[in-house]
């Protein structure tokens, strides 16, 4: 079954249809972005979260203030999203273990030792931001291309229409959805998330690949 991570959200109706769906997981942008959200706001919307992973989404912090932001916000697991511009998955393994936490870690594919992480993020950058952006990647050559499926987020560019391709091609462990079906930054669009949750379902359910 293909997860599903709904990111960048801010607000709380936002997280309570998300973690309603039942999604795996639901980030939020603590680093500087049109979704951020601040730790005292996001210690707030992590209570909404129910049964679904907390995420905090962060770029170019340092790993003691990232740990200090997994503590102070109620999250259960941290995206490392700069890739090698950023921390160490071991470094903040490491902070957090100072602080007595055991996050899960989601590490973009080019951090220094993303091969230590509990899953690796493929995502679409630009040269102002580290995610978010809308953009895809190229799903044809990542099909081909020898990768730890069953540790894969796949993120950029994702919409209703195209992630049944996506999965299809890609078989990622899980898929993470932010501009796709939005309204605005940081507010989501409430049919354009019900029909997301449907297509992924469908696509588990459909089988067979794309070519």
Partial sequence: MT????????????????????????????????????????????????????VAVVTTEEPA???????????????????ADGAS???VRAAALSRGLRPLVIAAADTEDADKADLVLLDA?????YGGTGRRLDWKALAAAKLPRERLVLAGGLLPSNVDGAIKLVRPFAVDVSSGIERTPGIKDPRLMRAFFGVVAGADLSGGTVT
């Fill in 3 to 54: 997860r599903l991570k709904i990111c960048g959200l801010t607000a709380g109706k936002d997280v309570k249809l998300a973690a309603g769906y039942r999604a795996w997981a639901c980030g939020f942008v603590l680093s500087e972005s049109p979704r951020r959200v601040s730790a005292a706001r996001a210690a707030e919307l992590t209570r909404l979260c129910g049964d679904s992973l907390a």
């Fill in 65 to 83: 203030w990232i740990a200090g932001a997994v503590a102070a916000g109620g999250f259960r697991a941290v995206q490392l999203s700069a890739g």
């Fill in 89 to 91: 998955v071991a470094a």
């Fill in 125 to 129: 950058r630009t040269p102002d931001a």
